[in-house]
């Protein structure tokens, strides 16, 4: 019964590189939340999808940064040039579904991106 | 913008005390309220969840209580233990998109010395 799986867990690039984060959600589950952790912040909102639908990107930043939950294979978390100021945790969850529910989030254990 | 608010920020206990963490939100329409914990290195694990209908909710050591009026949630953990040491977050729910973004609390680091 695995849980959330993201990998890399730790992930190092050059500035202006491009990062690519990936998560598979937990079996049964359609829904995935992408949030990113700066150090002793909480956790901030960056999109929620589901299988082959942006539902919420509001917490996106406008450039660089692009998610997509394909119908096969792990939803994919972009970043394209990235700068010293996306050094963070970015977190992926999965949820079963949504609606008036409020289903539970379940979390990955992260992938650290560090940037040189 | 939506906002919860939580405090303490860090709290130092002895082993068998209890242990109180306290979130405020803003959103009037948020209905769900669940507790993560988060060790090092590791995502955050639910622990205990609380929605709009019921006003607290226990599982075995650790309670939530929930004042709407107020928009006041808090969690209680008794009879604490060393391996409760760990990082604390509340969130709430994006009221008027239900089910989806969760707001999160900075986070309470709480110690438990034995």
């Known amino acids: 019964n695995a849980g959330v799986m993201q990998n890399p867990r730790h992930l190092v690039r050059r500035r202006g590189q491009e990062a690519r984060l990936r998560c598979s959600p937990m079996?049964?589950?359609?829904?995935v939340y992408w949030y990113r952790q700066l150090p002793e912040e909480g956790l901030k909102f960056m999109v929620y999808?589901?299988?082959?639908?942006?539902?919420?990107e509001s917490g996106m930043p406008k450039e660089r940064f692009s998610a997509e939950f394909p119908k096969e294979g792990p939803s994919i978390l972009r970043i394209q040039q990235v700068v010293r100021g996306d050094s963070a945790a970015y977190f992926c969850?999965?949820?079963?579904?949504?609606?008036?529910?409020?289903?539970?989030?379940?979390f990955g254990d992260g992938t650290r991106l560090s940037i040189l | 913008g939506e906002n919860v608010e939580q405090h303490p920020s860090t709290l130092s206990v002895q082993e068998g005390d209890s242990a109180v963490i306290k979130c405020t939100y803003s959103?009037?329409?948020?209905?769900?309220f669940p507790w993560y914990k988060q060790e090092l290195g590791k995502g955050p694990q639910l622990i205990i969840d609380?929605?709009?209908?019921?006003g607290e909710k226990k599982d075995q050591r650790i309670a939530v209580t929930l004042n709407k009026t107020a928009k006041h949630f808090s969690l209680h953990i008794t009879e604490t233990q060393p391996e409760d040491s760990a990082v604390y977050f509340c969130?709430?729910?994006?009221?008027?998109?239900?089910?989806?973004?969760?707001?999160f609390g900075k986070g309470t680091t709480l110690s438990v010395s034995s």
């Open positions: 969130a709430a729910n994006h009221g008027k998109q239900a089910g989806t973004a969760l707001i």
């Open positions: 969850a999965s949820s079963p579904s949504s609606g008036l529910n409020n289903q539970p989030q379940h």
């Open positions: 079996k049964g589950h359609s829904h």
């Open positions: 609380i929605r709009s209908n019921v």
């Open positions: 999808l589901q299988k082959e639908n942006i539902i919420d």
């Open positions: 959103d009037s329409a948020s209905n769900y």
